[in-house]
T-cell receptor, first 114, second 113 residues
Framework: NAGVTQTPKFQVLKTGQSMTLQCAQD?????MYWYRQDPGMGLRLIYY???????DKGEVPNGYNVSRLNKREFSLRLESAAPSQTSVYFC?????????????FGDGTRLSIL | AQSVTQPDIHITVSEGASLELRCNYS??????LFWYVQSPGQGLQLLLK??????LVQGIKGFEAEFKRSQSSFNLRKPSVHWSDAAEYFC???????????FGGGTRVLVKP
């Protein structure tokens, strides 16, 4: 019963390097989300995918790109990492974007940019 | 735009004592309200949710929350805390029909023996 799986769990990058964070869910959910969590700021939405084939910007999309590879997988890419992107990144999924069902979260990826 | 405020950044409570975490939201219509808990190194787990109906909602782990429209609040309570309740708690608000959840800044709860 995996739910939402994120890889890697930890990563250290140098400024300017690129990286892709992976997320997969096995609940047959239609909607998927990427958040970043910073101290005192809660979780802020980076990008989301309401359904397979669609992606939209959230609150803080600058410096990131996403790909909804298929219904299960939703990846987040940092093309040129910056220290300001040091954060904990969470992927979430929900059955339907317009429903009142809650989002299910992965355990997070802790990313440090030096 | 919707917003969520959790006024208390940290709360320390003795084991067995009661706990109340405050949440105030700003939203123009009836919101969908959630409380999530995050244990160290873990993702967020849903404690409870409110969409409509009875304003006192029961959740998992003995938590409850009360929706007060007049005060734009959705406070979380537990009558008697356990050491395992030490975690960070997040209040979130969503639109009735929409994708986005807006989270508060979180309240970290420490439990003293």
């Amino acid at each position: 019963n995996a739910g939402v799986t994120q890889t890697p769990k930890f990563q250290v990058l140098k400024t300017g390097q690129s990286m892709t964070l992976q997320c997969a869910q096995d609940m047959n959910h239609n909607s998927m989300y990427w958040y970043r969590q910073d101290p005192g700021m809660g979780l802020r939405l980076i990008y989301y995918s309401a359904s397979e084939g669609t992606t939209d910007k959230g609150e803080v999309p600058n410096g990131y790109n996403v790909s909804r590879l298929n219904k299960r997988e939703f990846s987040l890419r940092l093309e040129s990492a910056a220290p300001s992107q040091t954060s904990v990144y969470f992927c979430a999924s929900r059955e339907l974007s317009w429903s009142n069902q809650p989002q299910h979260f992965g355990d997070g990826t802790r990313l440090s940019i030096l | 735009a919707q917003s969520v405020t959790q006024p208390d950044i940290h709360i320390t409570v003795s084991e067995g004592a009661s706990l109340e975490l405050r949440c105030n939201y700003s939203y123009g219509a009836t919101p969908y309200l959630f409380w999530y808990v995050q244990s160290p190194g873990q993702g967020l787990q849903l404690l409870l949710k409110y969409f409509s109906g009875d304003t006192l909602v029961q959740g998992i782990k003995g938590f409850e929350a009360e929706f007060k429209r007049s005060q734009s609040s959705f406070n979380l309570r537990k009558p008697s805390v356990h050491w395992s309740d030490a975690a960070e708690y997040f209040c979130a608000v969503g639109k009735a029909a929409g994708n986005k959840l807006t989270f508060g800044g979180g309240t970290r709860v420490l439990v003293k023996p």
